[in-house]
């Protein structure tokens, strides 16, 4: 049906509310004008509308409603026709575009769509002799009647056509700005009609939004007053939604250009707040993140820096001593990871050009598919080659009088030589060394990264020192460590921020707050993430492209690990290994933490090199403390040998309330080579007594039934008795981290875990790995 002609329409004994679709679009809070309503005959009654009520209502996009189209009449037949007596309505399920009012069936009354800008006018209908709650769209020619289901369900229709027909118009005018001072008072009476819309929706906030961004997208040729009038005037809608990406854009190029505007503090500062507490993802959302950083470095632009830097980041911390959320530190880290990366993008994509690092390994570069090659640096370059004597009588060609620096080669021509702290050769991976090399072997490989002086341009360097500042304020922050170590264990850094001396002492800050933290699940987090990979430990030791002193940051780390569950002998083992040499000379230095390194490393059998253990021994003798030290060793070995030397009972039940030093005070008594059984249920034993547990050589089962033996035991325990075959752990403070340990013990064939915290999928873990686990006890746990 053609929705477009002219005339009037009568509809007989209805109750009529005014609608404010008709007002201009610059004078929303004007008094509205009702007199084109066509209402002819039969009392009527007018009324404000009753949106103070407080009803919010959901955006309608679809729905079912009936529809009835009356044309305005011209004739005595055509009024009959269209009286209420006479009306006719068809079931629709009617959509609401961006743009018109379509039904899902095109025909009858809906046949062709409705346009937003053909609609005249919008109002509430209500009947008097009879419960019919309709809505009507007047248009040039008729009007359409839509009825609902009861009252709630037409206020929804009414107010979601409302909405649709204002955003319609709103997009047409302001998609064709003439004179900025009109399109500003435009953008304030959008923006108010979104804050006072009964609607309750997302795209209710968003659509307006969206609307200025594509309007400032189009419009980049603003004066900076300008932008100041519009980012006050779209203020309100920013305070609980998130800027569209374009206006995110817009908000960047004023945090460039002004960053001393007043705007800056006063309304940027909470929608920054609001990104911070609430975005889940940057990588959905990027230009959110480039966002908060040119806000950060905007305001380390103010007079007083980094002062008003380290205000904002206490503010989003709060006043107490926990953060109340928890999406506020990973977003800050991420802002400042990506920070960081873009101050040495230039660099990386230099680094891009060069031959990968398997390439290199393997001498096989394929020039034909990578971009032109740049000059490297080597390590160590190679003397150059005499040429060979020639048969003819003619005299070789004198040199050239300058020639090139022996320093610069092409790609084709590199040379690589990895350095070594002790070992010759690491052990390859198990592909069969295809794998990736670790951090430490990239940086040395990398000639232009090893060699090549890092100068940042004056921004970059800028950028660099405030968002370094800024992790280390977050490390300062006690409830933030613990996540902070564990987002930045996998070093996140490129390598060229590692070569770059400025940026390692900025950061030693925080890495020696997590080596000065006693919790295990902060100091932990220095070590790698995984075998095979280089963590802090490794670049802040001696040897390592970020140490800067003679190894204290690198002893205090050993201190704090060693002091904490890791005197094992896979710690040990790697530092034999690899950090050796550092060890010995902290040791002949005097430091106390080598020292018992050294004496651990000779007590545990790691050391298998005879001359290497008499160098040991001549370094801790060197020293009065290593000289105390290792005579206490000796003595501790005596009283191991005295233990394990054949003899005594096969098994042994402690007494209850017996304590650690009791145990140790009884093992020292006399030999006990021979104990296969031993009971200390009741007692008032710890994970201390582990030490003296694991000089039993013979031991294969061990009660430990309602003890406070713990994890750090269990760890211990898990190294050095690999024999034992019988273990109980009824009622102990045990959890999955210290069970976990239990999976390298290939003996044990009975466990008991009654009442300990361990959960489902460790006790499946540990029935995968123990194939002669035949009798398991777990009642009481939630694995039973």
Known sequence: MDLNGGGGNELHNKQFYPSEDNKPLLAEMSEGNNNNARVAAGPCRRSLHHCSSGMRYKLLHEGDIQVCVLKHPRTFLSKILTSKFLRRWEPH?????????????????????????????LQLLSWDNAPKYCVQLSFPGGTVLLQAANSYQRDQWFHSLQWKKKIYKYRKVLSNPSRWDVVLKEIRALVDMALTSPLQDESIHQAPLHIISTLLAENSSLSPQDHENIIVAIAPLLENNHPPPDLCEFFCKHCRERPRSMVVIEVFTPVVQ???KHNMDFGKCPRLRLFTQEYILALNELNAGMEVVKKFVHSMHGPTGQCPHPRVLPNLVAVCLAAIYSCY?????SRDNSPSLKEIRNGCQQQNERKPPMPLRLLRPEPPTPPPL?????????PPAVAPPPSVVNSSEILVELERNNNNKR??????????????????????????????????????????????MLSDYEDWRPALASLLQPIPFPKEALAHAKFTKELKYVIQRFAEDPRQEVH??????????????????????????????????????????????????????????????L????????????????????????????????TLESSQTGRLMYEQLCDRQRELKELQRKGGPTRLTLPSKSTDADLARLLSSGSFGNLENLSLAFTNVTSACAEQLIKLPSLKQLNLWSTQFGDAGLRLLSEHLACLQVLNLCETPVTDAGLLALSSMKSLCSLNMNSTKLTADTYEDLKAKLPNLKEVDVRYTEAW
Not at 112 to 117: I, K
Not at 390 to 398: D, E
Request: net charge negative; with cysteine; glycine share 8%.
């Open 93 to 121: 399920h009617l959509t609401l575009t961006d743009s018109s009012l379509s039904s899902a069936t095109p025909t009858g009354y809906m046949e062709t769509s409705l346009s937003y800008s053909a609609i005249e006018d």
């Open 274 to 276: 609001r990104i911070l």
């Open 345 to 349: 993008e230039e660099f990386i994509n």
């Open 390 to 398: 020639s048969v003819s009588a003619t005299p070789p060609p004198p």
């Open 427 to 472: 052990k390859s991976g198990p592909s069969g060394g295809d794998g990736e090399p670790n951090l430490i072997d990239c940086l040395l490989v990398s000639p232009a990264v090893n060699t090549l002086s890092i100068q940042l341009p004056a921004q970059a360097d800028r950028v660099l020192g405030c968002f370094a500042l800024i992790l280390k």
């Open 524 to 585: 932990s987090c220095l070590l790698s993430v995984r075998s095979g990979k280089d963590g802090w430990f490794q670049l802040y030791s001696p040897g390592g492209v970020a140490c800067d002193d003679d190894g204290e940051l690198f002893a205090s780390m050993v201190h704090i690990l060693m002091g904490s569950c890791y005197k094992t002998k896979k710690f040990l083992l790697s530092l034999a290994e690899n950090k050796l040499g550092p060890c010995m000379l």
């Open 587 to 618: 040791a002949l230095r005097g430091n106390q933490t080598m020292v018992e390194i050294l004496c651990l490393m000779l007590e545990y059998n790691i050391i298998e090199n005879k001359d290497t253990q008499l160098q040991i021994i001549s």
